[in-house]
Nanobody, 115 residues
Framework: QVQLVESGGGLVQAGGSLRLSCAAS????????MGWYRQAPGKQRELVAD???????NYADSVKGRFTISRDNAKNTVYLQMNSLKPEDTAVYYC?????????WGQGTQVTVSS
């Protein structure tokens, strides 16, 4: 079982930036893919970005060019740098770790973007 702890959420004005962090209890080398998902009120949880063990990244179209996912292997931590934030980015952001067919989730961190 991998424990994931997110941090870095908060309230920011439109156009601002935030950086989310996800610290894993296990070496991220043991994790096939790490990613960030988000869920806004009344909507389904959606993929924001993910990064493979090899460093290949993938982004939702809605965040391309604004968000950057990265990893620090020494700290077993994955980051999501969010720039040019929009009110529609408001959601609870969840860290995810995929090991084979198993998904592990963090508790979520709230991001609120005011207009």
């Amino acid at each position: 079982q991998v424990q994931l702890v997110e941090s870095g959420g908060g309230l920011v004005q439109a156009g601002g930036s935030l950086r989310l962090s996800c610290a894993a209890s296990a070496s991220i080398f043991s994790i096939d893919i790490m990613g960030w998902y988000r869920q806004a009120p009344g909507k389904q949880r959606e993929l924001v970005a993910d990064i493979t063990r090899g460093g290949t990244t993938n982004y939702a179209d809605s965040v391309k060019g604004r968000f950057t996912i990265s990893r620090d292997n020494a700290k077993n931590t994955v980051y999501l740098q969010m720039n040019s934030l929009k009110p529609e980015d408001t959601a609870v952001y969840y860290c995810n770790a995929r090991i084979t067919i198993f998904f592990h989730w963090g508790q979520g961190t709230q991001v609120t973007v005011s207009s």
